[in-house]
């Protein structure tokens, strides 16, 4: 209980404390204080011409040795006995060191397996481990979550999405004549070629969270004339358009494509770059010999431009040139305005009445016409380099010296191949199984990489065997 100016609990005054009332008692002990007078206290040493003051009795306190007050300077209990106590502890001297050693990290501790170097390495693991625990949970939690991320169907929402990947904004159309086609019946390996394809482009989808169109054409009975058959793209895009109408791009392939390198999006490959990635000027690759730009007097300066309007915005077709020309077994449309204008052009019947027997690639006929004679269609065009999504296997385009601009290359790593022209002296089926094969080699994962080092390495000492015994 403080003593902190607390009033007396006598009646006479003064304190009941020994220590503050020793010198001033009358034989009464610790039961009253003395009733002297003034002068009586001024001539003992009192407190003078005042009252007994608490701080002149707790000095005068303090000088009694009977009762001493309460200090921290090394005067209690453990003070006084600590090296007694401490004597009185066990002591350990490990690997038979001494005490008085200048290496200290090992005095006086405990080791398991009587201080063993097993013994030292299972502490120092032990303590790694606690000191880690937590880092270990969050390493683990991250681990678990990326699992999940891509087992589960969290990865499509996540790349579907228009804020996040995007991938809502793009379609895949595939044409599949899967009932066999219109001018004839398929065989094994034309069945073959489609299965393959059409798993490629599923996969490829799904990876990246695009829609995916698989158009069946034998029920398109309108397309049954032979002067029409090759043009259904045209009105399958059209079509597409009205039952994707949140989508922005429509990329069109061919059923005779492969995706080679299934981890490239469409985002990195072209279109975070549209304008690195493609060239609005027909004369920097011009196998047609079109006159560009136009030179009439009463045209706009857009159409007089050899780039338009250098603005990314307005390409709303995007499509390679190989050797000969356009080619579309792989092309891009952009939904607008100008798009619904063009395909309507594009599938006019003037145009497949009356040059069908003239134009013998039909609808890429049609639109490299309409490219050189109008120019509100230039104006909107855009060219992609034709390996960048549209390789040739070795043999299309025969023996070109520019064959390194059209031609796959399994160094580069192109995107797509398309066996453009396989039916006529080539091998489909073959070119496709290559060309899934190789895929398949160079996208393997790690695990499956030395899984085949593995097969490799017991291969070739089964093969050394053999020819040793034929030795």
């Given at each position: 209980m403080s003593l902190s100016r607390s009033p007396s609990p006598l009646a006479g005054g003064g304190w009941a404390s020994p220590g503050l009332t020793n010198e001033f008692n009358s034989g009464i002990g610790r039961s009253a204080s003395p009733r002297r007078t003034y002068g009586e206290l001024h001539s003992n040493g009192g407190a003078g011409s005042s009252s007994v003051t608490w701080a002149s009795a707790k000095a005068r306190s303090d000088e009694i040795n009977g009762y001493p007050s309460f200090s921290t300077k090394n005067s209690g209990f453990f003070a006084r006995h600590a090296r007694a106590v401490s004597n009185s502890l066990p002591k350990f001297n490990v690997g038979g060191r001494r005490y008085s050693d200048k290496e200290k990290l090992g005095r006086g501790r405990w080791y398991p397996d009587g201080g063993s170097r097993f013994g030292r390495i299972k502490t120092f693991l032990g303590s790694i481990t606690r000191r880690m625990r937590l880092r270990m949970l969050i390493i683990l939690g991250l681990v678990l979550a990326t699992i999940l991320f891509y087992v589960t169907p969290m990865h499509r929402v996540y790349r579907r999405a228009s804020f996040l990947g995007g991938g809502s904004k793009y379609?895949?159309?595939?044409?599949?004549?899967?009932?066999?086609?219109?001018?004839?019946?398929?065989?094994?390996?034309?069945?073959?070629?489609?299965?393959?394809?059409?798993?490629?482009?599923?996969?490829?989808?799904?990876?990246w969270g695009y829609d995916l169109e698989i158009v069946d054409m034998s029920t398109k009975k309108r397309y049954a004339h032979e002067w029409r058959e090759s043009w259904e793209k045209v009105d399958t895009m059209r079509n597409c358009m009205r039952k994707y109408p949140d989508a922005e791009w429509f990329w069109w392939l061919d059923l005779n494509t492969f995706i080679m390198e299934p981890s490239y999006s469409l985002q990195s490959q072209i279109f975070n770059s549209l304008d690195s990635n493609s060239y609005r000027d027909i004369n920097e690759w011009n196998p047609l010999n079109v006159t560009h730009p136009f030179t009439a007097e009463y045209l706009d300066p857009i159409s007089l431009s050899t780039t338009g309007d250098s603005k990314q915005t307005s390409i709303d077709l995007l499509i390679p040139q190989d050797c000969a020309g356009f080619n579309l077994g792989s092309f891009f449309l952009r939904r607008s305005a100008w798009t619904d204008r063009l395909l309507d052009i594009w599938w006019d019947p003037v145009l497949y009445e009356q040059k069908h027997m003239e134009w013998e690639h039909k609808e890429q006929d049609a639109l490299e016409h309409l490219y050189g004679a109008h120019p509100w269609i230039r104006s909107h065009t855009a060219f992609v380099p034709q390996r960048r999504i549209n390789s040739f296997p070795t043999g299309a385009c025969g023996d070109a010296a520019e064959g390194s601009k059209f031609h796959y290359s399994e160094k580069d790593r192109d995107f797509v191949v398309n066996m453009a022209g396989c039916e006529w002296g080539r091998d489909c089926w073959g070119e496709m199984y290559n060309f899934r094969e190789l895929s398949n080699k160079l996208n393997r994962s790690r695990w499956e990489k030395f899984k085949d080092s593995i097969s490799d390495r017991f291969k070739k000492m089964k093969e050394g065997k053999q020819e040793q015994k034929q030795e």
């Open positions: 379609v895949i159309v595939l044409a599949a004549n899967m009932g066999g086609g219109v001018m004839e019946w398929k065989g094994p390996r034309e069945w073959a070629i489609e299965r393959d394809s059409v798993k490629n482009k599923k996969k490829y989808a799904k990876k």
